[in-house]
């Protein structure tokens, strides 16, 4: 029977260079860049000189970063997407996520005929300060623009002295992406930012203190 003995120098030092690279990561976000896992770990194997470090042993470190720590949970069941994902990484209040949604069908509690086209949700990305409005009758453009109306009056009304929507988030939704609604946004001065399917996080406008995820 033979025994193998680990010597805890080699786990001190896989501590010290996760450290190490978490540092990197750190100082990459501080600098309004979002490094992907494939990213970090491409940096740590070529740059850093750390090949034996595993990408399952970085992707699982990363995901205890501060900045990484809220998007760890938002799996996609269907593949992997440890080299296809970044989080959601804001410095400034103002730039919402927004979404449909839709009541569930219960048939002891019918849902009135004009709220059966659903609701409009915007999440504050920073803050996590979430508006709702519910649709009137229908999701098409004019309902869409009363319901980002009344966002936006609900903002007025909780943050008077405050900050400003200054950008939206949303997927491909036909009546969102309609010329109606596009020229609404563009007269409320709000930056629109088209997400690339429903499965990913939000991407957020390039500006200097917002970073968005590429989903």
């Known amino acids: ?69 809220m998007s760890s949970s938002q799996k996609w069941r269907v593949g992997p997407r440890s080299g296809n994902f970044r989080p959601i990484v804001a ?39 979430v508006y709702v409005s519910v649709l009137d009758g229908n999701r098409k453009a004019p309902a869409i623009i009363k319901a980002f109306q009344d966002i936006l009056r609900q903002h007025a009304e909780a943050f008077p002295d405050g900050h400003l929507i200054q950008s939206v988030g949303f997927d491909k939704e036909t009546s969102v992406m309609s010329r109606d609604v596009q020229q609404f946004l563009k007269t409320t001065t709000l930056l629109f930012t088209r997400l690339k399917c429903r499965r990913q996080n939000p991407r957020l406008p390039n500006e200097p203190s917002v970073k968005f995820a590429t989903l």
């Open 91 to 129: 410095n400034n209040l103002g730039n919402l996520h927004a979404d449909l949604g839709f009541y569930p069908i219960v048939r002891d509690y019918p849902t009135p005929v004009k709220k059966r086209g659903g609701y409009l949700v915007a999440k504050d990305v920073l803050s996590r300060y």
């Open 1 to 69: 029977m033979f025994y193998f003995v680990v010597s805890s120098s080699a786990v001190m030092d896989t501590s010290k260079q996760l450290e190490a690279v978490m540092d990197w990561v750190t100082s990459r976000l501080d600098a309004n860049d979002v490094p992907r896992v494939v990213d970090v770990v491409n940096y740590a194997q070529t740059e850093m000189g750390f090949k034996n470090l595993k990408k399952a042993v970085i992707a699982r470190r990363l995901r205890l970063h501060p900045a990484y720590l």
